[in-house]
């Protein structure tokens, strides 16, 4: 007598708290550095209070555009309704990889687009000049003073945060042709490269 098939489970459409806490989860533990970590974390929880405070909705790309015009509707700046929206995007993202979501759902979530950036940057940025400065005007005479000169370096050259710069492995760093590069895997394992100009390699060597 032939065993009885189990009958296999479909993907959800309305995601409970322990699934999301479960995506919550796999998002926080692709991520290397501890400040995105942080981030990461307050987007998701705030999205999950949201998510659930609503009676039964389904995960899909109609209450993420809902979700977006509530983080307008409460006039956030536009890079961070961004960052929260990716943040969403992330939670699909594994969702669907662990079985819990259709990834029919997880790519119309993708596809939520993100909301125009109007004007300039808030703060100070450093031009290209001012940063030239800065690497000049380290000593780098001592060994205190190379390292500060290579830190400014791959901060200014590779645009990396503080948190990356502090997680930084030796391997992960390559040089070619003289410039600096930084390669790192995202957590959808595609590679992102980040490089600078050759003299701020040749510094850094």
């Not at 981030?39 to 790309?61: G, K, Q």
């Not at 001592?142 to 391997?171: H, P």
């Not at 590069?181 to 490089?195: C, T, V």
Request: proline fraction near 3%; hydrophobic fraction near 35%; include cysteine.
């Amino acid at each position: 007598m032939s065993k009885p098939r189990k009958k296999k489970r479909s993907p959800k459409r309305v995601l409970a708290l322990p699934d999301l806490e479960q995506s919550k989860a796999s998002v926080l533990n692709s991520l290397t550095s501890q400040s995105g970590q942080r981030t990461y974390d307050h987007a998701i929880a705030d999205f999950v209070d949201w998510y659930c405070s609503e009676p039964r909705l389904a995960f899909n790309r109609t209450v993420v555009l809902r979700y977006r015009i509530y983080l307008e509707q409460k006039q956030y700046a536009p890079t961070t309704i961004n960052l929260r929206l990716a943040a969403v995007r992330r939670v699909a993202f594994e969702a669907a990889d662990s079985g819990l979501l259709s990834p029919e759902l997880a790519a119309g979530i993708r596809r939520v687009k993100e909301v125009r950036r109007i004007g300039v940057r808030a703060g100070n940025w450093l031009t290209a000049e001012q940063g030239k400065l800065l690497l000049a005007s380290v000593d780098r005479g001592s060994l205190r003073g190379k390292r500060n000169y290579a830190m400014l370096a791959v901060l200014i050259g590779c645009g990396l945060r503080r948190g990356e710069l502090l997680g930084l492995r030796v391997d992960s760093i390559a040089t070619a042709r003289g410039a600096l590069g930084h390669r790192r895997l995202s957590g959808q394992g595609r590679a992102h490269s980040y490089g600078s100009g050759p003299k701020l390699g040749e510094g850094c060597d």
